[in-house]
């Protein structure tokens, strides 16, 4: 528990006394913050419920997962205890939430795959995230082999730095060596390693940009320090707290939430469920 979450001791210091509750009402009325709008309030209690909804529908796949995996006697695996990966329950939830978030832009640069790709994998991620680095170098090349070089997957990234300044400039650098075209050489380079602090500095992030064969250092220097790389990088985080995202790595596959670098195994149960879901919509 950290120091800010830490609740006092009920057995310290001397007994309470009862108090009149209206006297404890106005109280607790004189000692409520002042200053502060019903807007502010609001905001951090919305993104909470958000998160609330987000946690509980994680929760709920991860036991209906693990239900179809342990009921099952005859050997077989798959992402729903019927045995059909588009059976889910919450699957309609899911292909909401994936229309929601999918962009599907042409030229995107921060995505790999076809923009008509039957499943979009959505991924929010802070550079400084060790867990974040691990899903790209253990299970992306392997995603993008097996389903995004056949079609049938597309990778949206979301700049979503948690870790403070130095992962915010991390963010808009790597939307600035997008803008000539070098956004996932950058964001690999980068990743190759745990970097943190002063391995984030500007200078160190020319050097990575160099060696993912941005050309132009002088305008990946201006874009980097640009309003349109904030711009751009604030965005992918408000979308992603609008959805209640809260830790890295963070995924959306076919709107299926995943916390984590997850093994493949996770990532290829959710990429079966909505490709069957997918197929079976674009029968009707």
Not at 13 to 31: L, N, V, Y
Not at 55 to 60: D, P
Not at 74 to 88: E, L
Request: charged share 30%; proline share 5%; hydrophobic share 35%.
């Amino acid at each position: 528990m950290s120091a800010s979450s830490s609740k006092a001791n009920p057995k310290a210091g001397p007994k309470a006394k009862k108090t009149d509750p209206q006297a404890k009402a106005k109280t607790k009325a004189r000692t409520q913050p002042k200053g502060k709008s019903k807007a502010s309030v609001s905001l951090p209690r919305r993104i909470a419920a958000l998160g609330a909804i987000l946690a509980l529908v994680a929760a709920v796949v991860a036991v209906g997962m693990a239900i179809g995996k342990s009921g099952s006697d005859s050997g077989k695996r798959g992402p729903s205890a019927s045995g059909d990966p588009s059976a889910d329950p919450m699957q309609g939830a899911y292909a909401r939430a994936e229309q929601a978030t999918s962009r599907r832009k042409d030229g995107d640069p921060l995505a790999l795959g076809r923009k008509d790709a039957p499943v979009v994998l959505v991924e929010y991620a802070d550079y400084q995230c060790s867990y974040c680095g691990k899903f790209t170098r253990d299970s992306q090349p392997e995603l993008v082999k097996k389903y995004v070089d056949q079609g049938v997957l597309r990778i949206e990234f979301r700049n979503f730095p948690i870790f403070g300044k130095d992962s915010e400039r991390a963010a808009r650098a790597s939307w600035a060596a997008g803008q000539q075209g070098k956004f996932w050489q950058f964001h690999d380079e980068v990743y190759a390693k745990l970097r943190k602090g002063d391995a984030l500095a500007e200078d160190k992030l020319v050097d990575l940009a160099g060696k993912a064969g941005v050309t132009d250092i002088d305008r990946f220097r201006s874009d980097l320090n640009g309003s349109a790389a904030e711009e751009a990088v604030k965005k992918d985080q408000e979308e992603g707290y609008g959805l209640g995202v809260t830790s890295t790595p963070s995924f959306l596959v076919g709107g299926r939430p995943i916390a984590g670098a997850q093994p493949m195994a996770a990532f290829d149960e959710a990429i079966a469920q909505a490709r069957a879901a997918a197929a079976k919509k674009s029968e009707k």
